[in-house]
Nanobody, 125 residues
Framework: QVQLMESGGGSVSAGGSLRLSCVAS????????MGWFRQAPGKKREAVAS????????YYGDSVKGRFTISQDRAENTAYLQMNSLIPEDTAMYYC??????????????????WGQGTQVTVSS
């Protein structure tokens, strides 16, 4: 099993920045990729970004491209999400995810094996 712990959420004004962190613990050797999803009230869970543990070509959702950056510290089993130029539409609960295998589309919730509890991000206009 793998446990994921997010941190870094909070409230910010539009145009501001936040950095989310996700620390993985447990059977981290089995983790192949990490990523982030988000869910706003009344909306479906949306894929934000993902990164392969041994690669440097991340994936991003269309709504965050050019504003968000995912990175990782493999030695610390930690993934980060740097969020810049935040807009009110970015307001959501952000979930860290991890998976064992590369099969499956990255932006499907079914692809991911482990989920964190979430951290709230609120952007005011």
């Amino acid at each position: 099993q793998v446990q994921l712990m997010e941190s870094g959420g909070g409230s910010v004004s539009a145009g501001g920045s936040l950095r989310l962190s996700c620390v993985a613990s447990g059977d981290t050797d089995s983790v192949n990729s990490m990523g982030w999803f988000r869910q706003a009230p009344g909306k479906k869970r949306e894929a934000v970004a993902s990164i392969y543990k041994y690669g440097e070509n991340p994936y991003y959702g269309d709504s965050v491209k050019g504003r968000f950056t995912i990175s990782q510290d493999r030695a610390e089993n930690t993934a980060y999400l740097q969020m810049n130029s935040l807009i009110p539409e970015d307001t959501a609960m952000y979930y860290c995810v991890a998976r064992r295998f590369t099969s499956g589309v990255w932006d499907s919730t079914k692809t991911w094996d482990f989920w964190g509890q979430g951290t709230q991000v609120t952007v005011s206009s």
